[in-house]
């Protein structure tokens, strides 16, 4: 099973504001998961996100 992470865990993972998250996640930049009241981002979601970082730079 995936693990997922919050939205505030992405944000300071990825050094970017958790209302940063929340915008890519209403715009579509970001895959996420509404369980209840939460999202929920799933791993492979941050990787892919890592990875588009690394190739930035």
């Known amino acids: 099973m995936e693990k997922f992470y919050t939205p505030e865990e992405i944000a300071e993972n990825l050094k970017v504001s958790r209302k940063t998250i929340y915008n890519w996640i ?4 970001l895959k996420a998961v509404k369980i209840g009241h939460f999202w929920r981002i799933p791993e ?7 990875k588009l970082d690394e190739e930035e730079k």
Do not use: F, N, T, Y
Not at 26 to 29: A, E, K, L
């Open 44 to 50: 492979s979601e941050l990787k892919r996100l890592l």
């Open 26 to 29: 209403q715009d579509g930049h």
